[in-house]
């Protein structure tokens, strides 16, 4: 594992909802840490009772452990008139960090896992698709992803080829721009932020930017976290639990090419907690 | 039956890279060789169906966990003998 690498990334470990409900304890890279005060003014101290820096960025509380963190990415949709911005909650799940991020960036899983949603057979092949690491900001991103869904959003009011772009900002940091089906020349933002509780548990606080001024707040929550909870039972059984940054035990194949741009990416940065670098 | 060679350029020093080329050749029921001119290049020939040579070239742009892989190329290849097995030159 390389902690060090680890402790100087960013990290959301609270939103508003959760800071209303009053102060909790949660864990951030293994360890205990504590968070109090309003989401204006939030509070967050390591076990030993070091005041830990804080940032609020997309509806979310970020904090780091380390000396120098990295600057905090940004994600400039955020900021787009009219779009709606709607925090998720928090997803608990029993896997890698790094799992939790392969997983959102797979696609070919959709027709299995989100059958009649995001997916559907006989629809079940990935089309070839452009993936590449960003030298300028050094980022994954996968772009020209087109694949047919029979309930793209909450907002869709049938099936849809949807055009879908990744990026990978930061190693816990998901960002997923799909067709927006009420305005198509735009595109929904959802992301997920991972909290690496350790390397083998995380929080997933999912993150929206959409063009939707209809559906409740309520039917939108509510339809990320189905999703969520669906892929959670599939993460939460893989083997090895650590993402390994060695395909030998796997057979990618082309739809896979996002996936091993991530842990070529990982790799290259020795962004290795909750990966297992060894060769198997 | 596809004969293609891959290139590889990167960090390849590794004495892993063999071992791990040859058992994905077998994976893949993949015949060729592998050729690794210095620590930075290398070059895969490997004969069989098309989508197990695209398997290959996936992982391969990988690696193995020891092995930072910067650029992978392939082009196809016509030899007169197609090979048999997977050896190391």
Same mark, same amino acid.
Request: hydrophobic share 40%; glycine share 6%.
């Given at each position: 594992?390389?902690?060090?690498?680890?402790?100087?990334?960013?990290?959301?470990?609270?939103?508003?909802?959760?800071?209303?409900?009053?102060?909790?304890?949660?864990?951030?890279?293994?360890?205990?840490?504590?968070?109090?005060?309003?989401?204006?003014?939030?509070?967050?101290?390591?076990?030993?009772?070091?005041?830990?820096?804080?940032?609020?960025?997309?509806?979310?509380?970020?904090?780091?452990?380390?000396?120098?963190?990295?600057?905090?990415?940004?994600?400039?949709?955020?900021?787009?008139?009219?779009?709606?911005?709607?925090?998720?909650?928090?997803?608990?799940?029993?896997?890698?960090?790094?799992?939790?991020?392969?997983?959102?960036?797979?696609?070919?899983?959709?027709?299995?896992?989100?059958?009649?949603?995001?997916?559907?057979?006989?629809?079940?092949?990935?089309?070839?698709?452009?993936?590449?690491?960003?030298?300028?900001?050094?980022?994954?991103?996968?772009?020209?992803?087109?694949?047919?869904?029979?309930?793209?959003?909450?907002?869709?009011?049938?099936?849809?080829?949807?055009?879908? =772009?990744?990026?990978?900002?930061?190693?816990? +940091?998901? /960002?997923? *721009?799909?067709?927006?089906?009420? @305005?198509?020349? !735009?595109?929904?933002?959802?992301?997920?932020?991972?909290?690496?509780?350790?390397?083998?548990?995380?929080?997933?606080?999912?993150?929206?930017?959409?063009?939707?001024?209809?559906?409740?707040?309520?039917?939108?929550?509510?339809?990320?976290?189905?999703?969520?909870?669906?892929?959670?039972?599939?993460?939460?059984?893989?083997?090895?639990?650590?993402?390994?940054?060695?395909?030998?035990? =796997?057979?990618?194949?082309?739809?896979?090419? +996002?996936? /091993?741009? *991530?842990?070529?990416?990982?790799? @290259?940065?020795? !962004?290795?907690?909750?990966?297992?670098?060894?060769?198997? | 039956?596809?004969?293609?060679?891959?290139?590889?350029?990167?960090?390849?020093?590794?004495?892993?890279?063999?071992?791990?080329?040859?058992?994905?050749?077998?994976?893949?029921?993949?015949?060729?060789?592998?050729?690794?001119?210095?620590?930075?290049?290398?070059?895969?020939?490997?004969?069989?169906?098309?989508?197990?040579?695209?398997?290959?070239?996936?992982?391969?742009?990988?690696?193995?966990?020891?092995?930072?892989?910067?650029?992978?190329?392939?082009?196809?290849?016509?030899?007169?003998?197609?090979?048999?097995?997977?050896?190391?030159?």
């Amino acid at each position: 594992m390389s902690l060090a690498y680890a402790r100087n990334d960013w990290y959301v470990i609270a939103d508003r909802n959760s800071l209303e409900q009053g102060p909790r304890r949660t864990r951030l890279l293994g360890d205990e840490i504590h968070v109090s005060g309003s989401y204006a003014h939030p509070v967050i101290k390591d076990a030993s009772g070091r005041m830990l820096p804080t940032q609020i960025k997309f509806d979310h509380v970020w904090t780091t452990v380390g000396d120098r963190p990295r600057p905090l990415f940004d994600i400039p949709e955020g900021n787009e008139p009219g779009r709606r911005l709607v925090p998720c909650g928090m997803v608990r799940v029993k896997c890698s960090p790094l799992r939790a991020v392969e997983n959102f960036l797979d696609i070919a899983h959709f027709p299995f896992v989100h059958t009649d949603v995001l997916g559907a057979e006989p629809y079940t092949e990935v089309e070839p698709y452009k993936v590449e690491i960003r030298e300028q900001n050094d980022e994954v991103w996968a772009t020209k992803v087109k694949f047919f869904q029979p309930l793209a959003a909450k907002s869709a009011a049938g099936g849809i080829t949807t055009d879908y =772009e990744y990026r990978v900002p930061a190693p816990t +940091t998901a /960002v997923l *721009y799909k067709t927006c089906p009420p @305005k198509p020349e !735009a595109q929904d933002v959802i992301t997920i932020f991972v909290q690496p509780r350790s390397e083998t548990e995380c929080d997933v606080w999912p993150w929206m930017a959409l063009y939707d001024d209809d559906t409740p707040y309520a039917d939108l929550v509510q339809f990320q976290q189905m999703i969520f909870l669906q892929d959670r039972s599939i993460l939460e059984n893989q083997r090895p639990i650590k993402l390994p940054l060695d395909p030998r035990m =796997e057979i990618p194949t082309r739809s896979d090419l +996002t996936s /091993v741009a *991530y842990r070529r990416w990982l790799k @290259k940065r020795g !962004a290795f907690y909750g990966a297992l670098a060894e060769t198997l | 039956m596809e004969v293609r060679e891959i290139r590889l350029e990167g960090r390849l020093g590794s004495d892993s890279l063999p071992v791990w080329v040859r058992h994905r050749a077998g994976l893949l029921n993949l015949s060729g060789w592998l050729d690794r001119a210095d620590a930075e290049h290398a070059r895969i020939v490997v004969a069989g169906p098309g989508p197990m040579i695209e398997a290959m070239e996936v992982s391969c742009s990988l690696g193995p966990a020891d092995v930072m892989v910067e650029q992978i190329s392939s082009s196809p290849l016509w030899l007169d003998d197609i090979p048999q097995g997977f050896s190391i030159r």
